[in-house]
């Protein structure tokens, strides 16, 4: 059975810093791309940022760029989110996944204000 589990979410200022991570288990995610998404209340899921299954080839949508970085350890099984710079409009319920697949974690609440 394949879990994603992502952790780190929580309450931060404009300007602050989390660090998401997504375990897997049931899954070597090392055999896979993946992928980090959010959703915002009364909006689609979009894509924030994804990563090569080797860690070689990184992408950032325009409206993180510069602010996050998508890393893995394969060792581990887990894949990161380390934002920095946050917004409030980065406030989201962030979601982790094996891409081409339909295995998503459960998300993370992620809320930026003051």
């Known amino acids: 059975q394949v879990q994603l589990v992502e952790s780190g979410g929580g309450l931060v200022q404009p300007g602050g810093s989390l660090r998401l991570s997504c375990a897997a288990s049931?899954?070597?995610?090392?055999?896979?791309?993946m992928g980090w998404y959010r959703q915002a209340p009364g909006k689609q899921r979009e894509m924030v940022a994804s990563?090569?299954?080797?860690?070689?080839?990184?992408h950032y949508e325009d409206f993180v760029q510069g602010r996050f970085t998508i890393a893995r350890d394969n060792a581990k099984n887990t894949v990161y989110l380390q934002m920095n710079s946050l917004k409030p409009e980065d406030t989201a319920v962030y979601y982790c996944?094996?891409?081409?697949?339909?295995?998503w974690g459960q998300g993370a609440q992620v809320t930026v204000s003051s």
């Open positions: 990563i090569s299954r080797d860690g070689q080839s990184t």
């Open positions: 049931g899954i070597s995610v090392s055999l896979y791309d």
């Open positions: 996944k094996v891409l081409l697949s339909n295995y």
